[in-house]
């Protein structure tokens, strides 16, 4: 086995070497959807001309494509293997907030459906 | 440090770094940081979201009180998160040319997110201060309450962020940018740009969803 081929690819922990994955592109193109998705926001938010039960859904969803666009483009979540943790995590934590804030809305939408008002 | 003299079979190590699978050796300190970091935002807006659900709970619970239609005005919500998100934008600009080595570019942008993060702070506090003189304060109704404590803890952070930016300036000014001041401006960035994206979702529920 001659010395010459590096074939591993071993590094001491604590050794920054990585290039940048970022650019100031990525940025500027994450910056431009996330104006567009607000000021879809606002527009949906004050328009007349969208059925009105529909504009919280419109809004919701939104909401969650801007949030996208942010962990993409300004947290740099990709698919790279260097992110598989940090997906995961996210998952789990994205897990736990809708069970929070689902849960919480629901129980207490039918504590309130159901309660009795005692008369005085 | 030669590696290549243990003696194993090349054909059977991948030659590519796999890393976080075991493979490629331990990851960079850096990832390892960044990780951690991560779960301490998520932990975070984990915390948001017990304020986010107890908003949304207590949203219609106004005890006669003046609701949000009357309080919000999305003019200057417009310009609030116009400031947020620049300043996400210039904190992640500031990052880049941090790693880039650029001293002088990073100080400017750092400049940049602390003036558009203050200026979205001031807009919060007039607010505020506005909506407590006309007798809207946070002891008026459960909605208020909520309310205050929502939009009020999303401000302390800000707040936070900005001291922090201030203490890392600091550091690269003392320290340049060596790689643990690299690390700690890794981390906060992920702060700041997860602070922006918690107001994503106070500008939906809260102002939008309030008004619409």
């Known amino acids: ?120 | 440090m030669s590696v290549a003299t243990i003696d194993a079979d090349p054909a059977a190590v991948p030659s590519t770094p796999a890393r976080g699978r075991g493979g490629g050796g331990p990851a960079p300190k850096r990832t390892v940081v960044a990780y951690g970091f991560w779960i301490f935002i998520l932990s975070d807006m984990i915390m948001f979201a017990a304020l986010f659900a107890a908003y949304a709970v207590l949203a219609g619970s106004t005890a006669g009180g003046p609701r949000g239609v009357q309080l919000f005005n999305l003019q200057s919500v417009f310009i609030e998160t116009m400031c947020l998100l620049l300043s996400s934008y210039s904190c992640g600009l500031g990052a880049l040319s941090a790693e880039r080595r650029q001293p002088g570019q990073f100080l400017l942008f750092a400049a940049l997110t602390f003036v558009l993060g203050a200026a979205f702070l001031f807009i919060e506090v007039t607010e505020f201060a506005g909506m407590v003189a006309r007798g809207a304060g946070p002891d008026r109704s459960a909605f208020l309450s909520s309310f205050f404590t929502l939009v009020g803890t999303h401000g302390v952070h800000v707040t936070g962020g900005l001291v922090w930016l201030v203490y890392l300036v600091a550091q690269v000014m003392v320290k340049g940018l060596r790689a643990s001041v690299l690390r700690r401006l890794l981390c906060w960035s992920l702060f700041w740009h997860a602070l922006d994206i918690v107001w994503v979702g106070v500008l939906t529920l809260v102002y939008l969803m309030g008004v619409a």
């Open chain 1, 1 to 120: 086995m001659d010395g010459s081929e590096h074939v591993f690819d071993d590094r001491t922990p604590g050794v920054e070497d990585h290039e940048p994955t970022a650019s100031y592109l990525s940025y500027t193109v994450g910056l431009g959807l996330a104006i567009l998705a607000t000021i879809a926001s606002f527009v949906v938010a004050q328009t007349d001309l969208l059925w009105a039960p529909g504009i919280p859904v419109g809004l919701l969803v939104l909401a969650i494509a801007q949030i996208g666009v942010h962990l993409v483009f300004f947290l740099h979540l990709g698919s790279g293997s260097e992110s598989t943790n940090n997906v995961l995590a996210l998952a789990f934590g994205v897990l736990v907030v809708f069970l929070l804030i689902g849960g919480s809305i629901w129980i207490i939408a039918n504590l309130n459906a159901n309660i009795m008002l005692m008369p005085m």
